[in-house]
């Protein structure tokens, strides 16, 4: 512990993690994000340690652990695996336990497992986190949160193709700086940054056409990670289509909400104040991007509220009710086209998730849902069909 130690985190938030691993790496710790894909067999790998009737996202975050760590680019005496935790019902809140059996047989037992997590899980092996650090993460997500939003509402239509990447590489390259070095992180000054981003990237020239729009919604991983939805974004692209999904502060805030309210005074009271400072973030986010004519979903508080006739609040285990209320939101906002992706052995998606679809399909009758799963057997050219049949219809 004397040296730096080296920490790899597996792919699974591509929006933000760019600007993530700058707020929690520091002088102790180097944090590597794993780019490892299908192509290095990652699928195949995690199957051979993990049961193919578990959770699709574990058998790929395993696959891509271990073909890491067979990799030899890493000094395993000094090399550690994080993985977050929700804490909940959720199978996910295992997978930590279904890693180490992994390891175990793949001959890295004595590689340490690092748990990210506000429940208090894993004490001895509990990733440490600073007043500094959730600060930086704070600025992190929402930033991430803004440039994904910009990036999804003008890529389908700019003129000179790939400008958009360019000018969210550029944002992410200024935005890691400020990150590392602690500067710009009270809401006054991410409130000026918003205003930064949005009016640079409106620089970009657009011709503005009537595209197919889609709202993405679904689990957590496949939702935000183009290895666990085969990079359904790419492809909705590729087929002329403009789509949305919901940033990642509409999850933290969905979690710290439904799950921790009760229990610990301590940690409820913390989350509460966390939560009305990511809604003030959000709102100011919302208006900065409606006054440059972009869209965006209104603030937590607000999001929850407009749904409130639609769906029940009961379901708090996994993504719960927040699959449902995104699905509303979307409708609400003029989208008449859904995506709903979620990954096989994801029992909170298959119950809350596709048990609200149907209930949802009878409220908005003009309104098409269309519900694709993944998992380790199944085929890419099926999936992409079943994307395709939603376009087409």
């Known amino acids: 512990m004397k040296q730096k130690r080296t920490i790899l985190i597996p792919a699974m938030l591509d929006a933000a993690f760019p600007l993530l691993e700058h707020a929690f790496g520091n002088k102790k710790n180097n944090i590597v994000i794993l780019d490892l894909g299908y192509e290095d067999n990652i699928k195949e790998t995690g199957l051979k340690y993990i049961h193919n009737d578990m959770c699709y996202p574990l058998v790929l975050i395993t696959g891509q652990m271990i073909v890491a760590l067979q990799s030899g680019k890493y000094d395993l005496e000094n090399t550690y695996l994080l993985i977050p935790q929700a804490g909940d019902d959720c199978r996910g809140s295992n997978y930590i336990h279904m890693i180490r059996k992994a390891l175990k047989s793949a001959g890295f037992q ?6 990210l997590n506000v429940k ?23 930033l991430s949160d803004l440039l994904m939003i910009l990036k999804n509402q003008i890529m389908p239509y700019e003129i000179v ?33 918003y205003i ?13 056409k009537d595209l197919i729009k889609i709202g993405v919604v679904g689990e957590l991983y496949v939702k935000y990670c183009g290895i666990g939805n085969l990079n359904v974004e790419e ?42 400072y990511l809604c003030r973030l959000q709102k100011a986010m919302s208006e900065a991007l409606r006054s440059y004519d972009f869209r965006c979903d209104d603030e937590f508080d607000k999001f929850k509220f407009n749904v409130r006739d639609k769906i029940s609040y009961t379901c708090t285990v996994g993504d719960g009710w927040l699959i449902g209320a995104e699905i509303c939101n979307y409708v609400l906002n003029g989208y008449k086209k859904i995506l709903c992706i979620q990954p096989f052995g994801c029992m909170p998606n298959h ?7 149907s209930s949802i399909q009878r409220k908005f009758s003009d309104v098409q849902i269309m ?14 069909n079943r994307i395709k049949l939603l376009i087409d219809i």
């Open 110 to 115: 004595n590689v340490p497992i690092i748990s």
């Open 371 to 384: 519900s694709v799963d993944y998992d380790s057997s199944g085929s890419d050219i099926n999936i992409k």
């Open 351 to 357: 119950v809350c998730g596709k048990g609200i679809y």
């Open 235 to 276: 492809f909705l692209h590729s087929q002329k289509c403009e789509f949305t999904i919901n940033g990642f502060s509409w999850y933290i805030s969905y979690y710290i909400d439904s799950h921790l309210s009760e229990g610990n005074i301590i940690i409820s009271l913390g989350g509460k104040i966390i939560l009305r």
């Open 161 to 193: 193709s790939g400008q958009t990447k360019e000018y969210c590489q550029k944002w992410t390259e200024i935005l890691s700086k400020q990150i590392d070095a602690g500067k710009k992180l009270s809401s006054h000054q991410i409130k000026k940054t």
């Open 196 to 208: 930064d981003i949005i009016s640079d990237f409106k620089n970009i020239k657009t011709n503005k």
């Open 120 to 142: 208090g899980l894993e004490k001895n092996n509990n990733f440490s986190i600073t007043l500094l650090m959730i600060r930086q993460a704070v600025a992190a997500v929402m």
